[in-house]
């Protein structure tokens, strides 16, 4: 089966200190991958979108960047942390399908700019 | 992006009692899904729903894809206590890793 993993859990991060937030998963491959941030109380917004490795397709612009340097693996980076940057983080992955596209989602990770 | 409404936006209701939510789109989806949120984790996937008018169950969670294909709508039967979170719809307009769509979500509350 299969299962996606994110790390870490909850981060704490000063001002202006980089940002590294990593995505695996396994048991499939060639999946779509996403990064979606969820502000608190509110609904999901995309962030970036790989159909495959080097590929990255954000879909607003901001302060952060992602690489997927392997095809199960998808990172999420700011050179510079903002404290806006502040929220959770959730990874997802999902394989489309003649029928439509599920997508499933990591555990997330909760983010704090102080 | 394209706009789901999802509505209510919350719902606090007895123990035992049936619930029921909608999203709605001024677009046509090919897919529409339902997701469950609980505090602090990730969004997990209750139904999936690829067909206009299909009625799909899972327990005691029913979710039915509009004939408009506009809109989708999730009931839940018989609360109970661990039926509390957020749950929210999301549809995918076609095929392409960026065409999945999420409403705002309905956080619920049940009363026991």
């Known amino acids: ?114 | 992006g394209q706009q789901l409404n999802q509505s209510p936006q919350s719902m606090f209701i007895q123990e035992g009692e049936d619930v029921s939510m909608n999203c709605t789109s001024s677009s046509i989806f090919n897919t529409w899904l339902w997701y469950k949120q609980e505090p602090g984790e990730g969004p997990v996937l209750l139904i999936a729903l690829y067909k206009a008018g299909e009625l799909t169950s899972n327990g005691r969670l029913t979710a039915q894809f509009g004939i408009t294909r506009k809109d989708s709508f999730l009931n839940i039967s018989a609360s109970i206590p661990s039926d509390v979170g957020i749950y929210f719809c999301a549809g995918q307009t076609q095929t392409g890793a960026n065409n999945l769509f999420f409403g705002t979500g309905t956080r619920l509350t049940v009363i026991p």
């Open chain 1, 1 to 114: 089966s299969q299962t996606i993993h994110q790390w870490p859990a909850t981060l704490v991060q000063p001002v202006g200190s980089p940002l590294s937030l990593e995505c695996t998963v396994e048991g499939t491959s060639n999946p779509n991958l996403y990064w979606y941030r969820q502000a608190a109380g509110r609904g999901l917004q995309l962030l970036f979108y790989s159909v495959g490795i080097g590929q990255i397709s954000s879909e607003v612009p901001q302060n952060l960047s992602a690489s997927r340097p392997q095809d199960r693996q998808f990172i999420l980076s700011s050179k510079k942390l903002l404290l806006s940057d502040s929220g959770f983080y959730l990874c997802a992955w999902s394989k489309g399908s003649l029928y439509g596209t599920e997508a499933f989602f990591g555990q997330g990770t909760r983010l704090t700019v102080v």
